[in-house]
């Protein structure tokens, strides 16, 4: 519990395909996943969804309005999605909407930004109180203020919880407590930060790969 774990490799390394198992999107054929114990298939799949605060990378909103696009629907206190809007810093841009939490959003949310839709998605997750947060954390191009909100709302929800992250930019997960890297489908190194770096494995060269490529942008 608390415990925050990243997951990192190059694309096609099976890191989505351990939150797709987690979630039982699709069943495992072989080994077990336990939580706190309890092996996943024997938690009533409803439950285990409640449990678990998902964050992805490609955002989904349906035609509605903004509560219900944070509860998904389900019975929920006006009150409690306030609360989690807040705590994220949604609360504010959707109080300047013109019906505030009851402002009708296209599917796909073409009439609000990106950064919204992210922060909005952070509200969704975090409403239905989860003990596990699976975050997908590859954030899109975003104006800096926006950014500095999502920034600030990541680490407010990953300070108590256990988070599961799949990171794309090894530059925001150095403070982790684990990284686990994964190469062609299996799991290949396990540490935090420095000892990976200090292992001149996989994990070296794909930080090294990525710090060349970002100071290429800035050159």
């Known amino acids: 519990p608390g415990e925050k774990i990243a997951f990192v490799g190059a694309t096609g390394a099976g ?5 797709n198992l987690l979630f039982r999107f699709y069943e495992f054929q072989k080994g077990t996943i ?3 114990g309890y092996d996943i298939r024997k938690i009533d799949m409803h439950s285990l969804r409640r449990k678990i605060g998902l964050v992805l990378q490609d955002v989904f909103i349906f035609s509605g309005n903004v509560a219900d ?5 389900e019975e929920m206190d006006i009150e409690e999605i306030k609360a989690a809007s807040r705590y994220v810093n949604a609360h504010k841009f959707i109080e300047r909407m013109d019906d505030g939490y009851q402002t ?11 950064g919204q839709k992210q922060l909005l998605s952070f509200a969704r997750a975090l409403a239905f109180k989860p003990s596990v947060l699976v975050l997908d954390e590859a954030t899109s191009s975003v104006d800096t203020e926006t950014e500095m909100l999502i920034q600030d709302a990541l680490r407010k929800m990953l300070k108590e919880r256990t988070s599961l992250i ?5 530059s925001t997960i150095r403070d982790v407590d684990r990284i686990i890297v994964m190469h062609r489908g299996k799991i290949r ?15 070296y060269r794909l930080y090294q790969l990525q710090f060349k490529k970002e100071e290429a942008k800035v050159g």
């Open 34 to 36: 336990l939580i706190d």
């Open 189 to 203: 190194e396990i540490g935090n930060h420095s000892e990976l770096m200090r292992k001149k494995g996989i994990y």
């Open 69 to 73: 696009n944070i509860s998904l629907g």
């Open 166 to 170: 799949i990171a794309h930019r090894l």
């Open 15 to 19: 890191k989505t395909s351990i939150t």
């Open 104 to 114: 009708n959003l296209q599917e796909g949310g073409a009439n609000i930004s990106i």
